[in-house]
T-cell receptor, first 118, second 111 residues
Framework: DAEITQSPRHKITETGRQVTLACHQT?????MFWYRQDLGHGLRLIHY???????NKGEVSDGYSVSRSNTEDLPLTLESAASSQTSVYFC?????????????????FGPGTRLTVL | GNSVTQMEGPVTLSEEAFLTINCTYT??????LFWYVQYPGEGLQLLLK?????DKGSNKGFEATYRKETTSFHLEKGSVQVSDSAVYFC??????????FGAGTRLFVKA
């Protein structure tokens, strides 16, 4: 069965360190997304990609970067971790439909990574 | 701009009670509307969706109707179970494949 996985599931790091969170999907979806989930804020979009070599900033992209070298993976890098980046991070993917008029396809989520920055 | 507003939680109900979680949206154009559910320790998963006005999405006893006149997509279930305890997110699908999520509503169901 197709799936989307994230690793690690839990991570504790120190302020100033570089951290990379992995996301791998076997849906063969073109669209991939990174969100953070914080109490009182719901899900906020960090970065997204519509295909290989394509990356775009979301609403809370400062301090984060992504790269898309293949269809399956979209790693999220925290360049210099800060305590404000302590959160639960979710990766998601969706299929790009070629028909016009499609407004928002179903997103498939990974299990999440709980990151603590001390 | 596009936005989603859903009722604040937590919502606490007894088993077999009726559930309503309100959701309203602001959007231009013709968005799709979704309800996602998040069980403890897991990622979100699609519960139901509706892609045009007056459509009713349904799944696992949950229902929601896309009301363009009131810009609403309220989630309902006639008889909740303990296993329905989770966080429920209303979401709006815009052009460009992005999805805007509400803040989530936590539901506790007591036996």
């Amino acid at each position: 069965d197709a799936e989307i996985t994230q690793s690690p599931r839990h991570k504790i790091t120190e302020t100033g360190r570089q951290v990379t969170l992995a996301c791998h999907q076997t849906w063969n979806h073109n669209n991939m997304f990174w969100y953070r989930q914080d109490l009182g804020h719901g899900l906020r979009l960090i970065h997204y990609s519509y295909g290989v070599q394509d990356t775009n900033k979301g609403e809370v992209s400062d301090g984060y970067s992504v790269s898309r070298s293949n269809t399956e993976d979209l790693p999220l890098t925290l360049e210099s971790a800060a305590s404000s980046q302590t959160s639960v991070y979710f990766c998601a993917s969706s299929e790009r439909r070629l028909t016009s008029g499609t407004a928002g396809d179903t997103q498939y989520f990974g299990p999440g990574t709980r990151l603590t920055v001390l | 701009g596009n936005s989603v507003t859903q009722m604040e939680g937590p919502v606490t109900l007894s088993e077999e009670a009726f559930l309503t979680i309100n959701c309203t949206y602001t959007a231009t154009g013709y968005p799709s509307l979704f309800w996602y559910v998040q069980y403890p320790g897991e990622g979100l998963q699609l519960l139901l969706k509706a892609t045009k006005a007056d459509d009713k999405g349904s799944n696992k006893g949950f229902e929601a109707t896309y009301r363009k006149e009131t810009t609403s997509f309220h989630l309902e279930k006639g008889s909740v179970q303990v296993s329905d305890s989770a966080v429920y997110f209303c979401a709006l699908g815009t052009g460009g494949f992005k999805t805007i999520f509400g803040a989530g509503t936590r539901l506790f169901v007591k036996a």
